[in-house]
């Protein structure tokens, strides 16, 4: 017809807006919300093989340096504090849990 078209930006947000609404809650004194993410995604592959090789080296540097482990060992628990990062028990599944789960490979 007359060129008049929807602007698709407009209905990316209403879209957004849409996932807000449906998704948000309120846990912990936080605010969680589901992203407006395409459904398609590729999910990450099972790394808690390599995550854990990658912290067993570390463990053996802690050995040796008192201090990296002092440092580490603080770091890790203030991430904890602040719900960065969560503790997951080896048996624990994805499904148990109700979202994915990565572990995290890191050094020192």
Not at 7 to 12: L, S
Not at 42 to 52: G, I, P, R, W
Not at 54 to 62: E, I
Not at 68 to 96: A, C, F, H, M, P
């Given at each position: 017809?007359?060129?008049?078209?929807?602007?698709?930006?407009?209905?990316?947000?209403?879209?957004?807006?849409?996932?807000?609404?449906?998704?948000?809650?309120?846990?912990?004194?936080?605010?969680?919300?589901?992203?407006?993410?395409?459904k398609?995604?590729n999910?990450?592959?099972?790394?808690?093989?390599?995550?854990?090789?990658?912290?067993?080296?570390?463990?053996r540097?802690?050995?040796?340096?008192?201090?990296?482990?002092?440092?580490?060992?603080?770091?890790?628990?203030?991430?904890?504090?602040?719900?960065?990062?969560?503790?997951?028990?080896?048996?624990?599944?994805?499904?148990?849990?109700?979202?994915?789960?990565?572990?995290?490979?890191?050094?020192?």
């Amino acid at each position: 017809g007359l060129g008049i078209r929807d602007d698709p930006v407009v209905h990316e947000r209403d879209q957004a807006m849409e996932i807000f609404k449906e998704t948000v809650e309120f846990e912990n004194g936080r605010y969680i919300v589901q992203l407006p993410f395409r459904k398609s995604y590729n999910e990450l592959s099972d790394n808690y093989s390599l995550a854990k090789q990658r912290f067993q080296g570390l463990w053996r540097r802690f050995g040796h340096d008192s201090e990296l482990y002092q440092q580490y060992r603080e770091i890790i628990l203030d991430y904890s504090e602040q719900g960065i990062i969560e503790e997951v028990k080896t048996e624990t599944t994805d499904n148990e849990l109700k979202r994915p789960v990565y572990y995290l490979p890191h050094q020192a």
